[in-house]
Each structure stands twice: as structure tokens, then as C-alpha cells.
């Protein structure tokens, strides 16, 4: 499982926001603590010296003789003074048995702990809900106290004043002062972070989206010229930054200069040639450089490949540019004002300095080694042309040629002859074979027949497609043997299995009496016509819509179907199409390769399948190569479809 990614702004926005909570948690806690602690001390003092008044009060009375009913009336004036304040005396046990007990005073020594407590000589403050001070005070008897309360000794507690009183003109103060306090804090640590969050991302966060925007843009154009350029005093970026173009540079050198040599590689050299216009090429080719290599091993030929590198830049003017290719090849492109003739006076200036080097392998050994030139010039097909040169040169054991305009027509010539050749030596080999892809049913997803595929087999498992070979073929006329071959293997697979198969046939196919004769014989001969559908090329354009009639009317008799292939590209009489009587469309592949993508696709696409709804026939897509595609295919109610994500074409079923 992929952890959920996240960038620099979100961990410090996050890193803020927890740190933020934290202070503003540890401040608002401390602040408690605060005024908590200072509300204690503060009421003890408070508290204390009012039960020190009241006891001084009530000592005072007690010398003047005053009985309990006295000291009670004082209690009750005070206890008037303030509204909000109580104060309450409670005797101790040996006051009690001289004095008398009162209820009260004996209640509370019993029940209330806080009493209890403060009997035993400790002062005792409890705050009640933050708002309520309960202060209890001890009477601690003294020397004069003995000569009225004969039976005690000094340092007993004669009894407890209790003052309760409210604390909230206190905590008003507090509260305000603590709590400006808590939003000062606040404030400064909100603003603390706002410029820690502002410099973080001036300096660190900023420079890195800019640096990763840069390299994205390298990445997605493909161009590893490009360098990132970021104005920036930070000694870290900068240090990124000239790592990552360090490493750019690394990765060009690697990419466009050629190891050995230290030279531009080809592809530099087919940038540089793309990239300008009315150029001087040539192409310098070390003769037998791969036997001297097999026979002398690699290090001799890498000595032979520098020293005839540092020749060449001897030789050649400062207006030209040295290349390295091949295993044995260096090209050369002249930037200069030089003209065409100055060009091939260069190159035989070449051939006569190097034409016959002598190379020393050993003290005893040496080699001569042979240079053979073709040269180009122009704007388009500079690398073919002189390549094409050279190959003549070598041919006609010359040492230098030009390219020119018949070398091309020769060159065509020669390749229609090698094809040709090629052709009727695979048709006597037998080498002419159907490959079978399968067309799909777009609801049941099962195989309900195979396209048959022409091939030339180079191999055990090679094949040449027609491209290379079909237009050549019509042009020597032999194509219809290689329909011939197709219609009866394909025919004889058909025999064999339980599926269906469709054929392709041309315009030239369709009329031609040897092809139409062999199908009917065929047909004729074995019950199996329904299960074969012959394929009609839209694309060649048809011209004599009788013939195709014609043919069309005699499978059709034996049960055969048609099928309209590549259809959108060719027809633009829907007259003459619908008098065809076909039974399946094939919509052609230029629509379907880009369907999940392409809204004009599907919408000609959908106009299509419209159309054969309402003419009853079936539609069948090719070039499905992606489930992505297949999806929108059934989205579109296409009936088949066929392509390499559904199936390649395989000689066997």
C-alpha cells in the first residue's frame, strides 16, 4: 500500500498548528497554575489577619468580662459589617467545660474535618469552586489566656474562628490580568510563527517548488539541455541546484558524445542536421574496420578510432564539426560559406593524406587501412542520401561520391527487384502464410471468428508484414497468387475448426475469373461458405461498383458475408455503397486507437454504429489495444471487436 504523499507547505502548516496547540495548551495550564497559587496566598493573608481582628476583638471583650452571650452579640455585629462575610466561633473542649458547651460548637468538633484539623493546631484554607474562601483560624492559648482558662497550658487551642467570604473581586483582577497575559502570549507566539512561516517558505519552500517546477519541465520536454536556474543566496539551494546541473551535464555528455573519442555521437548528430537548413555532410567510413577489429581485438581497433579522430581534426577546416556514429564511421558537417565543390576537395584531401594509412600495431606488424566517402548536401534526408553515396562509392570501389537525385531512383529500383525476388522465392518455399487474430463478441467476450493475416515467414517465429511487399507485389502483377495462397489455407483451417473466418480481398481480387472461379469450386466441393466472410477494402476506393456487385451476388449464393473494412476512409457514395448488400462493418483503426481519448472519434464512431442499427448490420471495431478502449467500444454498442489487447495474430488456433 502507497503512503499518502504530502508536501513542505502542509508539514509546516501542520508543524505550526501543533506547536501553536501545545504553547496555547502549556500557557492557558501555567496561567491556571498562576492564579490559582496567587488567589491561595493571597486569601491566606487576607484571611488570616481578618481572624486576627476578630480574635483580638473578642479577647478584648473576654477582659472586660463579657460573658458568652456578649462575645456571641460581637459575632453577630461583625458578622453585619459585610454582606458577604461570615465569621463563626467554635469552642474548644476545655474552654467548653468551664464556659459551657454550645451545640454548634460541639457539632462542628465532631463532624466538620476542617475544624477537626485546625483543633490540632494547623491552619487550614479551602477555596470552594473558585469562588468561596474557607479560612479556619486557631486559638492557641498564651500566658495571659491561663489566668482565665485555669485548666490549659500554653500552646492549646482553645478553638477556631472560621471566616468564609467570597474571593471575586480577587479572581476579576486576577482573571484580567492573567488573561491579558495569556493573549499577549498568544499573539506573540501566532506572530512568531507567521514570520518563522514566512522566511521558512521565502527560503526553503519556495526555492524547492521552483527547483521541482524546473525539473518537471526537463522531464516532460524531454530535453536534457535545459538547466535549472534559480536566483537564490542560500548556500544549500545553491548546492542543489549545481549538483542537479552537474548531474544534467553528466547525463548530456553521456547522451549526445560518444565515450571513446570524446566526440558529438549520432544522436547529436541528428539533432544538429534537423535543426539546420542548406548543410554540407558527409559521411568518412574506415574500410574493413570490423575485420581488422575480429582479427587484432578491441584495443587495437579504440587506438585505430582515436588516432584517425585526431587526424581527422587536423584536417578538417575550424567552420566544420567532427561527429562520431558507427562502429566505424564519423560524420562531418560544414557550417561554413564553403560551397559544394570546396566540400569534395575536402574529402579528397582527405583520401590522400589517409587514403592509405599506415597503422602500427607492433614493432613488426604494420596495417594499411582504406577510407571510403559519401557526401550530401541540403536541408531534408542529409544522413540516407550520403549514407545511400557511400554505399555506391563502395560498390563501384570508388573513394568518394555525392549524392545525387538518380542514385535515389536506382536505389528504389534495386529494392522493387530485391522484393520481387524475395517474393516468388517465399511463394515457391511456401513461405506465404496466414496468420489468425480473433474478433471478439463485445457482450459475451468469447472468440466468435479469426481475421486471416498475411504474412511472409523469415523464420521460425518472424514475419514480414504486407507493407513492406504488398505494393510491389501488385506492381509484378503476382498478387493474386498470394490471394490464392491465403483464400486455400485459409479455407483449409476453416474446415479444420469450429469458427468462423474473414479474408481480405481487393478491388482487383473481387473481378479477377481465376480467384472467383477457385471460391466457388471451393465452395462447391464442401458445405462451409457461411463461416467465411470476405473483407472488402473501403480504403482502395472503388471504381466499378458492377464487378464488386457481381462478386458479391455470387458468394453471397453459397452463403458467404461481406464485411466493408476500413470503413470512414474511402467511400463517399452511399448510393452505390448501400447496393453492396454487406453485413458488417469495420470501422476503420484511425477512429478506434484514440476513442477513450478523442470526443470527435466517439462521435463519428457513435454516428457510424447509428447507422448500421437502422440498416441491420453488424459493427465490428479493430485496433483495440487497451481496456481503456475496450470499455468505450461497449459504451458505444459496437457488436465486435479485435485488436492485440484482445488477441495477437498466431499461426496456430
Known amino acids: 500500500m502507497f503512503k499518502k504523499s504530502t508536501s513542505y507547505n502542509q508539514i509546516t502548516a501542520r508543524m505550526i498548528v501543533v506547536i501553536l496547540l501545545i504553547t496555547l495548551a502549556f500557557a492557558f495550564a501555567y496561567t491556571e497554575y498562576i492564579k490559582r497559587d496567587v488567589i491561595v496566598n493571597l486569601a491566606k493573608v487576607d484571611a488570616k489577619k481578618t481572624s486576627r481582628l476578630v480574635f483580638e476583638s473578642m479577647f478584648s471583650a473576654m477582659q472586660k468580662g463579657w460573658n458568652k452571650d456578649d462575645i456571641q452579640e460581637i459575632i453577630h455585629r461583625l458578622n453585619k459589617v459585610e454582606k458577604n462575610l461570615e465569621i463563626f466561633v467554635y469552642r474548644g473542649e476545655k474552654v467548653a467545660s468551664i464556659f459551657g458547651d454550645i451545640e454548634k460548637d460541639r457539632f462542628a468538633r465532631t463532624t466538620d474535618k476542617s475544624v477537626i484539623n485546625t483543633f490540632k493546631g494547623e491552619e487550614t484554607l479551602d477555596i470552594v469552586n473558585s469562588d468561596i474562601i474557607k479560612y479556619y483560624f486557631p486559638v492557641v492559648a498564651n500566658d495571659k489566656c491561663k489566668s482565665c482558662h485555669t485548666n490549659t497550658s500554653t500552646g492549646d487551642t482553645l478553638g477556631v474562628i472560621n471566616i468564609n467570604y467570597p474571593i471575586t473581586d480577587l479572581k476579576i483582577s486576577l482573571n484580567d490580568m492573567i488573561n491579558i497575559f495569556l493573549v499577549l502570549i498568544v499573539c506573540f507566539t501566532i506572530i512568531i510563527f507567521i514570520l518563522l512561516f514566512l522566511n521558512f517558505n521565502r527560503y526553503l519552500l519556495a526555492p524547492i517548488n521552483n527547483f521541482i517546477k524546473t525539473a518537471n519541465i526537463i522531464k516532460k520536454s524531454s530535453d536534457i539541455k535545459q538547466r535549472v536556474t534559480i536566483n537564490h543566496d542560500i548556500n544549500e539551494i545553491k548546492s542543489m541546484q549545481v549538483i542537479f546541473n552537474e548531474m544534467l551535464d553528466s547525463i548530456e555528455y553521456q547522451f549526445y558524445y560518444d565515450h571513446l573519442t570524446k566526440l558529438k555521437n549520432r544522436k547529436a548528430l541528428l539533432e544538429d542536421l534537423d535543426n539546420a537548413k542548406d548543410l554540407l555532410f558527409m559521411i568518412i567510413n574506415i574500410d574493413k574496420f570490423q575485420q581488422i577489429n575480429n582479427l587484432y581485438g578491441d584495443e587495437v581497433g579504440d587506438k585505430i578510432l582515436v588516432e584517425y579522430k585526431n587526424k581527422f581534426q587536423e584536417l578538417l577546416p575550424p567552420t566544420t564539426v567532427l561527429y562520431k556514429m558507427h562502429a566505424d564511421e564519423f560524420g562531418v558537417i560544414s557550417y561554413g560559406t564553403i560551397d559544394l565543390l570546396e566540400f569534395e576537395n575536402i574529402a579528397s584531401y ?29 536541408s531534408t534526408l542529409l544522413l540516407p542520401n550520403a549514407d545511400m553515396a557511400l554505399k555506391l562509392a563502395k560498390k563501384d570501389k570508388k573513394h568518394y561520391l555525392t549524392y545525387n537525385d538518380e542514385m535515389r531512383s536506382l536505389k528504389e529500383y534495386e529494392n522493387r527487384l530485391s522484393w520481387t525476388k524475395r517474393l516468388i522465392r517465399a511463394i515457391d518455399d511456401d513461405k506465404i502464410v496466414p496468420l489468425f487474430q480473433p474478433i471478439i463478441d463485445c457482450n459475451t467476450m468469447e472468440i466468435v471468428k479469426y481475421e486471416a493475416l498475411m504474412r511472409i515467414q523469415s523464420g ?159 459493427t465490428v471495431a479493430e485496433f483495440v489495444s487497451s481496456k481503456n478502449i475496450l470499455l468505450k467500444v461497449q459504451e458505444l454498442d459496437i457488436d465486435y471487436a479485435q485488436g492485440y489487447y484482445l488477441g495477437e495474430p498466431t499461426a496456430v488456433i
Open 460 to 618: 521460425e517465429n518472424d514475419y514480414i508484414v504486407p507493407i513492406h511487399f504488398l505494393n510491389i507485389s501488385k506492381e509484378n502483377k503476382i498478387y493474386f497468387k498470394l490471394t490464392l495462397i491465403m483464400l486455400q489455407k485459409t479455407f483449409a483451417m476453416c474446415k479444420k475448426t469450429k469458427y468462423k473466418f474473414s479474408i481480405n480481398l481487393t478491388k482487383d481480387d473481387m473481378s479477377n475469373k481465376e480467384i472467383i472461379n477457385f471460391i466457388e469450386e471451393e465452395f462447391q466441393k464442401s458445405d462451409f461458405a457461411s463461416d467465411i466472410t470476405f473483407e472488402i477494402l473501403e480504403s482502395e476506393g472503388i471504381e466499378n461498383y458492377n464487378e464488386i456487385i457481381n462478386f458479391i451476388a455470387i458468394v453471397k449464393k453459397y452463403g458467404a458475408t461481406i464485411s466493408i473494412d476500413d470503413f470512414g476512409t474511402g467511400y463517399s457514395n452511399f448510393e452505390y455503397l448501400m447496393k453492396l448488400n454487406f453485413d458488417y462493418l469495420k470501422i476503420d483503426a484511425s477512429m478506434i486507437k484514440n476513442i477513450d481519448k478523442d470526443e470527435k472519434s466517439q462521435l463519428v464512431t457513435k454516428t457510424i454504429v447509428d447507422f448500421a442499427q437502422k440498416i441491420g448490420v453488424k
Open 350 to 378: 582527405i583520401i590522400s593524406h589517409l587514403g592509405k594509412y599506415e597503422f602500427k600495431i607492433s614493432e613488426e606488424k604494420t596495417i594499411f587501412i582504406n577510407l571510403t566517402i559519401g557526401i550530401s548536401h541540403g
